[in-house]
């Protein structure tokens, strides 16, 4: 089970962060990512990260902007969302994932998503 939070109403150029919780399987074996469906739009893999941190990868649009980490003594993972803009509105889905080395498959495992909304 994954279990998200933060969020919430945030003003352009904003930061938030947002936590990423896991149960009930073994943490340190997943990678972690973060997708994000805004209104009107499909669902969209945003960023991920390995099972040690070690690999990440981010779309171009939150590059530079969106840090994820995760913290695998605590089996927890966060989004440190900088300059955050109106398009970053979206409901953010934090998912379980195979990472291979190479390639990054669809998510296993979805949390329930928490709403960020940018707006002044």
């Known amino acids: 089970q994954l279990q998200a939070s933060g969020g919430g109403l945030v003003q352009p150029g904003g930061s938030t962060r947002l936590s990423c919780s896991g149960s009930g399987f073994t943490w340190e074996y997943w990678a972690i990512g973060w997708f994000r469906q805004a209104p009107g739009k499909e669902r969209e893999g945003i960023t991920y990260?390995?099972?040690?941190?070690?690999?990440?990868y981010y779309i171009d649009s939150v590059k530079g902007r969106f840090t994820i980490s995760r913290d695998n003594a605590q089996k927890t993972a966060h989004l440190q969302m900088n300059s955050l803009r109106p398009e970053d509105t979206a409901v953010y889905f934090c998912?379980?994932?195979?990472?291979?080395?190479?390639?990054?498959?669809?998510?296993?495992?979805w949390g329930h998503g928490t709403l960020v909304t940018v707006s002044s």
């Open positions: 990260i390995s099972m040690n941190g070690d690999t990440t």
């Open positions: 998912v379980a994932l195979v990472w291979d080395g190479s390639r990054w498959y669809d998510p296993h495992w």
